[in-house]
């Protein structure tokens, strides 16, 4: 198979607008790596510059340790997954999937084969001989992920695939595109906005922001680990709490002014204290932050409920399993542990708690 | 209900009917009138119902109109209005779907000024341009030859724009697929562009066809010899000025051959029309 590696690559469009702002990313064979981000952040540019769709301005991309830039499409051997499918409306099924084996003069016995092969596996089989527009959006998505798939390419290039995919199937398609790539162990990037997406599929997850990379790592220790604050509140839903807090001497201060009980972070640059929803717990617990939760509603979605309200003068979200007791109006004493709690400084970078 | 959905079709028939009377009545009076003798047509009033010389008049229409119109006979001004009307409904299909391919999918320098050039064109009917072609085709020794008659009618921006139009209409990502799968830009034209132009294709040319089927004007300057003109112009050299010269009979039936070819193309199109209507795929 393929490694691929980014070093440093620019893209700047003749209008000055620069997209991707020095991108450096080694994906391992056989890894999927996933892009991650808002609209906007560069993540389809960088896709498209890999595929070979975009020119490169500056840096270097190899394709297992060759560098592509100066080479088309064609010849970088990729298959790319479109967001809307981009299947060829006027070809069958069988059509759509040989077209790319044809036009690389394979011979029509070994077309043949590898279609059906690839048919088979997506369970395509049965519908070789349908054109796109008689397919469901779930069929559809199958037939362009086949056409990726019988061409057994270097790299695999999928552009938010699922994103015109009702919820369920969604799901659906996430777990099959995981087992797909796992047992062909094809490289992969794949570029999403859905952060579940992002978190479940990922071998390496790549957040990015404004044209540039934010963290790099594997979905549990971004998770975990956020690099900043947009990572933080990005990675999660709902995202992350996050509590702007001031020094006032003798350690920090929230918003309105109360003091941070539990003070892991006294003498630090702190600017915003961050915890998960999931990670507060109702009462005194085991000490660590303390806070006053001020409920304003109650989102109970079955297996849990998502409190949201206000705690030293900010927005905060807690999570809590099963139904929650509490009313909107109601004064929950809250409590969240210390290993539990993230802060960043003023720049939004995340730093390493003192009690580590 | 039932009285006033009823009454709606009636209505909605009647409406239908006078329509398609005022509309066919012309035609079906000059297919009576070539069923007719000249005498006949020239007594009023013309008869509603047609005639008995339907065979005889068709017979001397097809093989006996030698001498009528200049020692051509009907089938050889057919088959030049057929080569003029082909080659032009071919010619400005090819060769707009060609420029309307490059001014979409190609990046080059001027490209807006040759799409411009082009679409100015468009203000410039034939009529406008007609003494200096003509002087050109002088030049090039083009008088009485089927380019003559087909080349300076056959660019279009009228097609280049509507092709365009459609091209514009085409997802990127279908682009991009086709080169990721290894098609040049060629292989893309053919492969992807023009078949899902096919119902474009289709009806351009039946309009095209018609429009060069009933040119006039360009085909009366560049032909002199008789054997090169077409059936519009061999129709016009029928009729002489004074009334009782005139072969009405066979002038009739000459309109109704001319009308034949391009009621043909429309019914045998009309079924790719209807289809790609019918299949709209994108």
Redesign the interface.
Known sequence: MATVELKNVRKTYPGGFEAVKGVSIDIADGALCVLVGPSGCGKSTLL?MI???ETITAGDISIDGKVVNAI???ERD???V???Y?????MKVYDNMA??LR??GMARDEIDRRVNETAKILELSSLLQR???ELSGGQRQRVAMG?AIVRSPKVFLFDEPLSNLDAKLRGQMRVEIKNLQRSLGVTSVYVTHDQLEAMTLADKLVVMNAGMVEQVGAPLDVYEKPASTFVASFIGAPPMNLLPVTANGTGLAFADGSAVAGNGFAGGKAAQIGFRPEDVVVGQGDGGLLLDFQTIAVEPVGAESFLHGNAAGSPVIMRVSGRASARPGDSIPISVPEAKLHAFDAAGKRIEPSHT | MIGQSRSRTVVAHLVMIVGILIVAFPIYYTFVASTLTLREILRPPLPLLPGGEFFHNYYAALFGGIGRIGGVGVDRLLINSTIMALGIAVGKIAISILSAYAIVFFRFPLRMFFFWTIFITLMLPVEVRILPTYKVMVDLNLIDTYTGLILPLIASATATLLFRQFFMTIPAELLEAARVDGAGPWRFFKDILLPLSRTNIAALFVILFIYGWTQYLWPLLVTNSNDMNTIVIGLRKMISFADADTEWHLVMVTCMLAILPPVLVVVLMQRWFVRGLVETEK
């Open positions: 498209r595929a070979g769709l088309g499409p064609a990729i298959a790319m479109f967001q809307n981009a299947l060829y409306p006027h077209y790319g036009n690389r054109r796109p527009r056409r």
